[in-house]
C-alpha cells in the first residue's frame, strides 16, 4: 500500500508561479513511476506530467509543455510539480498518483494504481 499526500495549491494570479509537492509512504517509492494528474470541473481528469523511477525520464501533456516541471527526490520521498506561467485554465484539482511501473513515464491514469486526495490550484485571470 502507498500513501501520497499532496500538498501546495493555493490561489495564484495568470503568469504566476506556483510549486505543488506530493509526499509518499509505504510501498518502496523510489521504484514507481510518479504523475500528476488534474481534474476541473465537469471535465475528466487529464494527464499532466510523469517521471519515472530515477527521474531520468520525464513526460509532459502539450498544454504543460515547456511551462511545467516534474521533478523527485527519492531520499525525501517526493515528487514535485513546479508550475510557471501559469494560466485560468490551469485552474483544476491537482492529483498525485504512484505506478507499479518503473522505468516508463505514463500517462494513462488507468496504470496509476495509487492516488492522493487532490490540491486544488485556482488561476484567477
Known amino acids: 500500500q502507498v500513501q501520497l499526500v499532496e500538498s501546495g495549491g493555493g490561489l495564484v494570479q495568470a503568469g504566476g508561479s506556483l510549486s505543488v509537492s506530493c509526499a509518499a509512504s509505504?510501498?518502496?517509492?523510489?521504484?514507481?513511476?510518479m504523475g500528476w494528474f488534474r481534474q476541473a470541473p465537469g471535465k475528466e481528469r487529464e494527464f499532466v506530467a510523469a517521471?519515472?523511477?530515477?527521474?531520468?525520464?520525464?513526460n509532459y501533456a502539450d498544454s504543460v509543455k515547456g511551462r511545467f516541471t516534474i521533478s523527485r527526490d527519492n531520499a525525501k520521498n517526493t515528487v514535485y510539480l513546479q508550475m510557471t506561467s501559469l494560466k485560468p485554465e490551469d485552474t483544476a484539482v491537482y492529483y498525485c498518483?504512484?505506478?507499479?511501473?518503473?522505468?516508463?513515464?505514463?500517462?494513462?491514469?488507468?496504470?496509476?494504481?495509487?492516488w492522493g486526495q487532490g490540491t486544488q490550484v485556482t488561476v484567477s485571470s
Open positions: 498518483a504512484a505506478s507499479q511501473a518503473r522505468f516508463i513515464p505514463r500517462r494513462d491514469p488507468n496504470e496509476y494504481a495509487y
Open positions: 517521471i519515472s523511477w530515477s527521474g531520468a525520464n520525464t
Open positions: 509505504g510501498r518502496t517509492f523510489s521504484n514507481s513511476v
